[in-house]
């Protein structure tokens, strides 16, 4: 029987417990009901940003109108582009799912009675938090780029020109910083929810498999010097 050296030992021990990790974590995050929630969420922000436009258009903006074409493909180019958009917007609500998710799981392990609130109620704070990210988003680049939203919200009128109104010419600084620090915080506890997931898994490791790891880390990042 050919002997295998500790080379293949170690990337087979890293791959089935890197898989063991990823699958851990897409079961908690990737699928977990906070993800569901904010697709769900951003799914809907699309679909009344689609109804308030113009007919054929997303965000008040004509997906195709660079393009010169004619007839029934441009119609088919309009919902292509618009159903990428779609799926675009469930994608990017599912990540700031997942960072909520995430940022409650960490605050769960220091404060118990988190992890066992009500299902119904975590997906309102979810929904509540997603909304709030995606605001302060809106609000930061809308205040930094206003020309880039004149046409989907200033000459909309009502309640739309106020929101820019009031991001481009009377949100007070410390609003803005507000906005910012908050989900700063709430990415920031995420982050450290995963790095404790990645943690975990290397302490299952085998001891020699965790210094090859710091020795091999070690090395790349002198290679990378």
């Not at 500790?6 to 990337?11: I, L, N, P, Q, V």
């Not at 599912?94 to 799981?105: F, T």
Request: hydrophobic content about 55%.
């Amino acid at each position: 029987m050919k002997k295998k050296n500790m080379g293949h030992y170690f990337r087979r021990v890293l791959w089935i417990s890197g898989r063991d990790v990823y699958q851990s974590i897409r079961r908690e995050s990737g699928v977990s009901f906070e993800a569901r929630a904010g697709a769900w969420t951003f799914l809907g922000l699309f679909l009344s940003a689609l109804l308030q436009g113009k007919s054929g258009a997303f965000f008040s903006v004509d997906p195709v109108g660079a393009i010169l074409v004619e007839g029934p493909f441009r119609s088919w180019q309009g919902w292509g582009a618009q159903g990428i958009v779609a799926l675009g917007s469930g994608a990017l609500g599912a990540i700031l799912g997942i960072v909520v998710q995430n940022a409650w799981a960490f605050w769960s392990d220091l404060f118990p009675v988190l992890g066992r609130a009500r299902r119904s109620w975590r997906i309102g704070v979810t929904v509540a938090f997603v909304l709030f990210m995606h605001g302060a988003f809106l609000l930061t680049d809308m205040t930094a780029n206003p020309a880039l939203y004149q046409e989907a919200f200033y000459q909309q009128g009502g309640i739309l020109r106020g929101i820019q109104v009031f991001a481009t010419d009377q949100c007070p600084i410390f609003l803005l910083m507000f906005y910012k620090t908050v989900v700063f915080l709430l990415i920031g506890f995420a982050c450290l929810q995963v790095l404790k997931k990645v943690l975990l898994w290397y302490s299952h490791l085998s001891r020699p498999t965790r210094l090859a790891g710091v020795v091999l880390g070690f090395a790349l990042l002198a290679a990378a010097v």
